[in-house]
């Protein structure tokens, strides 16, 4: 199967699943290494995904709507032409997309498909070790850890020395997921009590959590998925909720506590460190009840 010579990848997001896939790209590309991969993804990814070392190309999922004629033809002749496709989405729109590529060879669990991941149990698994899987039953047998040296370089200017990343955000659409904010802005004070340098970060959405956190810098917004992972991986630690820039951090080995509600499952969806390794994770029912000093000792 590695002398396929044209390869579609599909991986649409979110943020932190896209992350938990660097591992599966690695071996897709360790496994065809002289083949023409490309990655079918979603526009707030494609600028990441074209620096990867993984892909010699990057299409957009416009995600056309099913009346949406002209985008449904645009997206067809996007998935024609390929000799096998893995879909790590494995979303029921996804597999959709096994039809309208033409039935080719095809790892996902699309009906039909010649590569299914026949694991009736795969829903119970960590995307990590679900994805893995996947690639095996496909006949992937090599899987590198994945080098990130090119997401981490260079450095953000101005970063703070011992900076403690502050992650207060999380899905607008699923508050359960948030730790109060003012529980972050008790730990941020507590942290530059012990001689760190607070400093939140997440989207431009997120900047009035910022204001809230009045001893910390405030990054929302100004910095790029690649230049978040620059901090991170120079941070002394992170801190936050179920939410990407947690992933981010994870993968690039900073020293990550990631606080969980019963609104996720940290067994199905927690970040991963380096290797494979897990983050500090706590859990409660409901993050309101998680103290901060439960938090900060937990990072001290």
Request: contains cysteine; aromatic residues 6%; hydrophobic residues 50%.
């Amino acid at each position: 199967m590695n002398a396929c010579r044209r390869i579609l990848v599909i991986r649409l997001g979110a943020l932190g699943d896209f992350i938990l896939s660097f591992a599966p790209f690695a071996a897709i590309r360790a496994h065809h290494p002289e083949a023409r991969i490309t990655l079918l993804t979603t526009s707030p990814f494609a600028e990441l995904a074209r620096r990867a070392p993984w892909f010699d190309a990057v299409e957009i999922d416009s995600r056309p709507a099913p009346w949406d004629l002209p985008a449904l033809l645009r997206l067809r002749r996007q998935l024609r032409g390929f000799d096998l496709v893995y879909d790590l989405q494995t979303s029921d729109r996804s597999s959709r997309y096994f039809r309208l590529a033409g039935a080719p060879r095809w790892s996902g669990i699309a009906a039909g498909c010649a590569l299914p991941h026949a694991n009736p149990a795969r829903d119970d698994m960590h995307s990590l070790e679900r994805q893995r899987e996947q690639l095996e039953m496909a006949g992937v047998t090599t899987f590198p850890a994945p080098c990130l040296g090119w997401l981490t370089e260079p450095p953000f200017p101005g970063l703070p020395e011992r900076a403690a990343l502050v992650v207060p955000g999380a899905s607008p659409n699923r508050p359960a997921k948030r730790w109060p904010i003012a529980h972050y802005a008790k730990l941020a004070m507590h942290l530059a009590e012990r001689g760190f340098s607070p400093v939140v970060i997440g989207s431009a959405a997120e900047a009035p959590l910022a204001r809230a956190i009045p001893a910390a810098m405030d990054l929302t917004g100004r910095t790029t998925i690649a230049q978040l992972a620059a901090i991170a991986a120079r941070a002394a630690l992170a801190v936050g909720n179920d939410t990407g820039p947690m992933h981010l951090a994870a993968a690039v080995g900073c020293p990550s506590v990631v606080l969980f509600s019963a609104a996720s499952d940290p067994a199905l969806t927690a970040p991963r460190m380096p290797g494979g390794g897990w983050p500090t994770v706590l859990r409660v029912p409901d993050l309101a009840d998680l103290t901060v000093e439960r938090v900060a000792g937990a990072i001290l």
